[in-house]
């Protein structure tokens, strides 16, 4: 029986007055897994006038750091309780692969246990000033934060999220995609089981358009967190003005991984196809631009190629897949005119390129692992971000053209460099221009590092003590310790 979703709003599961319903896809198979409602502005309103009432209330806002950690760490609780059901809500709705979901369920419990912690460690600062005062430096919750998250990690992406937004004290509206809201609807009802305070915590569902606009123009929302594309982030960035709100934006990327020619070409090979093809090349900061030194670059290819060949694409629940399905039609589509405009400009076709249609595929939105070599900077699969399963292998002479192709992008989001000369590798990443970055490795990265990007890739910071002071204002409280008249006008 196909589920139907509601809206979460001040503690309550509400049916939406709209008659319309959005299909919600299992895009491994089509099939109509859910129907979910598409808010209407005042569905939306009513939402933002709810969390303003709680925040004003006092009811999480004035509570102490140590009653809001042991909240978060019970939703840390409920999340390891259900992790199962929650991984399998992903790969259904999502069509990631049961080893990503796994991950990502196991990360988000450790994120709210993380934001714990960081409640019960020292805050603030203290200066002692000129004629007997003392200045406090102290954070304070924004407000109302409004939490827009994209389809590809649903869950993670909520959690990295809410936590430090509730952390700070805030309280919250979240909009999930609308191709993806299955894992949000599970995790507010897991929160729905703790001692949040109801209305705290409240859930929209439907469109950006319309739930995701709202929120950027209310003067009831302090603080927009959005991940999702740079032209939709340029949008919000015009709405927030209203009210000159706080924004947030994990936007686009273009992320060059850079090989040079005296690095372990298995290790390189490796996390190269690690780089880009974990979550079928769905990942902001996947390494979709390889270049690879000039005299290493025929044999990177020939064992790339070869290694992707075997790259086994398939249901998110086979446990034998090692990339899953790309996560709607209208997307699907897209990837596949990537491709052909690859074709058109000249790039030579190495490897894949097609729709997946052996072994009952053929119903999901499958596509090969796709390698472009020989291409050149000025080819939109090079400038533009696909997001899906494709790849372009360019090759440079030296250190310098590395870094200028490396930068020759109007995002910076990630990077990597391959090298067994530390001092070159440490060299180069520091001129790479983007805010994640490895060497001699892909894609590793923890709760306690900083994520975002620099340039078209977005404005601040997630995750670590960064992403809670996204939430909070600072405020400086200035003691007079002896007081008495300034006699300024004597």
């Not at 750091?65 to 790969?91: F, G, K, S, T, W």
Request: glycine letters at 8%; a negative charge.
């Amino acid at each position: 029986m196909t589920k139907e979703l509601k809206h979460y709003i001040n503690g309550q599961w509400v049916e939406s007055s709209a008659p319309n319903k959005l299909d919600i896809i299992n895009p491994a198979t089509r099939e109509v897994i859910a129907k979910a409602p598409n808010a209407p502005k005042d569905v939306t309103v009513e939402a933002i006038k709810v969390a303003r009432r709680t925040f004003e209330s006092g009811i999480w806002s004035d509570q102490s750091p140590q009653e809001r950690a042991a909240v978060l760490l019970q939703i840390a609780d409920v999340i390891e309780e259900n992790i199962d059901e929650l991984r399998d809500l992903e790969v259904e709705n999502n069509g990631k692969t049961k080893r990503e979901a796994q991950s990502d369920a196991e990360e988000a419990a450790s994120t709210f246990r993380y934001y714990a912690g960081l409640l019960n460690m020292p805050n603030g600062q203290t200066y002692e000033a000129p004629g007997d005062m003392q200045t406090l430096i102290v954070k304070e919750p924004m407000g109302v934060a409004g939490l827009i998250v994209p389809w590809n990690f649903p869950l993670l992406m909520s959690v990295w999220k809410i936590a430090p937004a509730l952390a700070a004290g805030n309280s919250i509206l979240l909009k999930p995609a609308e191709i993806t809201p299955m894992t949000a609807v599970k995790l507010f009802e897991l929160m729905d089981q703790t001692d949040l305070p109801k209305g705290v915590a409240n859930l929209v569902l439907g469109s950006g358009s319309i739930v995701g606009q709202t929120i950027a123009e209310s003067h009831d929302v302090d603080v927009v967190s959005f991940t999702g594309s740079t032209g939709v982030g340029r949008l919000i960035m015009q709405a927030a003005t209203g009210n000159m709100k706080k924004v947030s934006l994990e936007l686009g990327g273009k992320s060059p991984n850079i090989i040079f020619d005296d690095a372990d070409l298995e290790t390189a090979v490796d996390y190269a196809l690690f780089g880009i093809f974990m979550g079928s090349g769905q990942v902001c900061s996947s390494g979709s631009r390889i270049l690879v030194q000039e005299g290493i670059y025929d044999k990177f290819v020939e064992k790339y190629v070869e290694k992707a060949k075997g790259i086994r694409v398939g249901h998110g629940n086979d446990e034998r897949s090692q990339m899953g399905a790309i996560v709607s039609e209208k997307h699907f589509e897209s990837i596949l005119n990537y491709i052909e405009i690859g074709k058109e400009e000249g790039a030579n076709l190495a490897l894949g390129g097609n729709r997946v249609v052996r072994d009952g595929l053929e119903k999901g939105f499958f596509i090969e692992p796709t390698v472009f070599t020989h291409v050149t900077s000025d080819m939109r699969i090079v400038r533009e971000e696909i997001f899906g399963p494709v790849v372009a292998i360019q090759k440079f002479t030296d250190e310098e053209e590395a870094v200028k192709i490396a930068n020759d992008t109007e995002y910076g989001l990630a990077g990597a460099v391959f090298s067994t000369d530390q001092n070159k590798a440490l060299r180069v990443i520091k001129r790479v221009r983007a805010g994640i970055t490895w060497v001699n490795a892909y894609h590793l990265t923890n709760i306690q590092a900083p994520w975002g990007g620099y340039k078209q890739s977005g404005i601040g910071r997630s995750l670590s003590t960064y992403g809670l002071d996204e939430y909070q204002e600072t405020k400086q409280i200035n003691i007079n310790l002896a007081p008495e008249p300034v006699r300024w006008f004597d």
